[in-house]
């Protein structure tokens, strides 16, 4: 249930910076939103921890930010996966986004999750 959760919001999040960067984030609709936060965390499954021990060395160098690297880049992998339906423009939109998902989902978790945990 959380999964699924987690799922919808990434998919309203999509939405969201689709409407508000429509220059260089593109999402046709929110079937495809739905489908790309899908296969995001499909992706954050399988390819996200070999990423991580791949390059593992980059990321405690930088103690941790690397990890908003390769979230971008599993977001320029739902990008050639999704292929016209869902558009980010460049790498650097991808990292963008990375980090707006990140904040987004740590105020969502900490405020509405975590609250309706402790009743």
């Given at each position: 249930m959380r999964w699924l959760l987690g799922v919808l919001i990434n998919a309203v999040l999509f939405m969201a910076m689709a409407g508000y960067f429509h220059d260089s984030f593109h999402v046709t609709g929110f079937t495809a939103a739905v489908q790309a936060s899908f296969l995001l965390s499909i992706l954050n499954i399988l390819v996200r921890p070999l990423l991580i021990?791949?390059?593992?060395p980059a990321t405690?160098?930088?103690?941790?930010?690397?990890?908003?690297?390769?979230?971008?880049?599993t977001l320029e992998l739902t990008d050639y996966i999704m292929g016209a339906s869902f558009e980010i423009?460049?790498?650097?939109?991808?990292?963008?986004a990375s980090v707006i998902m990140a904040i987004v989902n740590l105020i969502i978790q900490k405020t509405i999750l975590e609250p309706s945990k402790k009743q």
């Open positions: 021990l791949l390059t593992l405690v160098l930088t103690l941790g930010l690397f990890l908003f690297v390769i979230n971008a880049i423009s460049s790498f650097g939109m991808a990292l963008f």
